[in-house]
């Protein structure tokens, strides 16, 4: 490890032996009385977390709101990708 939560090794998005780092994402899908939650962990280069986030972060954007609980977990859900996604931009190249 070089730095704080950084490790050198293979990407679990691509394969490919880069600067990685363990995320979270969260996503999010909200219809009246349910939801689809989904979680992606692990560990990933800024690319495939960069990818990843905007699909995540877009659907719960657009469909994550429509239901009680779905409005909570939403509100929380987008915060914590923003977070993980200025965390991924801090790899090095």
Do not use: D
Request: glycine share 8%; proline share 4%; hydrophobic share 40%.
């Amino acid at each position: 490890m070089n730095q704080v939560g950084v490790l050198v090794t293979n990407c679990q998005g691509c394969g490919e032996h880069r600067p990685v780092q363990h995320v979270k994402l969260t996503r999010n899908i909200g219809l009246l009385v349910m939801r689809f939650p989904k979680t992606l962990q692990g560990a990933r280069c800024e690319s495939c977390t960069i990818r990843v986030f905007w699909e995540y972060t877009r659907k719960s954007l657009f469909l994550g709101w429509w239901g009680m609980i779905s409005f909570f977990v939403t509100l929380v859900a987008i915060p914590t990708n923003i977070a993980t996604f200025v965390q991924s931009r801090r790899l090095p190249s």
